[in-house]
């Protein structure tokens, strides 16, 4: 495994640097979204789990929960708060009645594919305004992200 010949410091601005911008980035996108979007926003846990059952379809409130980093009954809590707006169904496991598995409706499938098209439209816009060096470097730190993620939770990568 590689390590890094950095010295504590260099690390540290890095850290503190990223623990900075990545949230700033988010909420950028966020409030351009709420602003965009002709529905209100679900709040974050509720859209982090839409989103964990869009690229996990038929996942447990267990395993929402533990990518999550969330407790089973607040998921559960959610899951039920969805179910209402129609945009999450429970389905029950032939073999175990006592488990659930997760699926979008198609008008939360729909929804969350407007808003990854809307988030990915704010970026690529403002990728277009800066230099090749730049976008070279962003896109080169972009399977390192991924590897940090992992690192700091696997079930993130």
Do not use: C, W
């Amino acid at each position: 495994m590689p390590h890094s010949s950095a010295s504590d410091q260099d690390l540290r601005h890095i850290a503190s640097a990223m623990s900075a911008v990545l949230p700033a980035l988010h909420r950028a996108l966020d409030r351009r979204v709420a602003q965009d979007f002709p529905y209100p926003k679900p709040p974050e846990g509720q859209l982090a789990l839409l989103r964990l059952v869009g690229e996990r379809d038929g996942a447990t409130v267990r395993e929402a929960a533990d990518v999550l980093l969330m407790k089973p009954n607040n998921v559960s809590a959610m899951v039920t708060q969805l179910a209402g707006l129609g945009l999450l169904e429970r389905r029950q496991d032939p073999a175990d009645k006592r488990v659930a598995h997760l699926h979008l409706t198609a008008e939360a499938r729909r929804r969350l594919a407007e808003v990854g098209d809307l988030m990915e439209g704010y970026v690529v816009d403002a990728l277009r305004t800066l230099t090749d060096g730049d976008l070279d470097a962003i896109g080169s730190a972009l399977g390192a992200l991924r590897g940090l993620a992992r690192q700091i939770h696997p079930a993130a990568g």
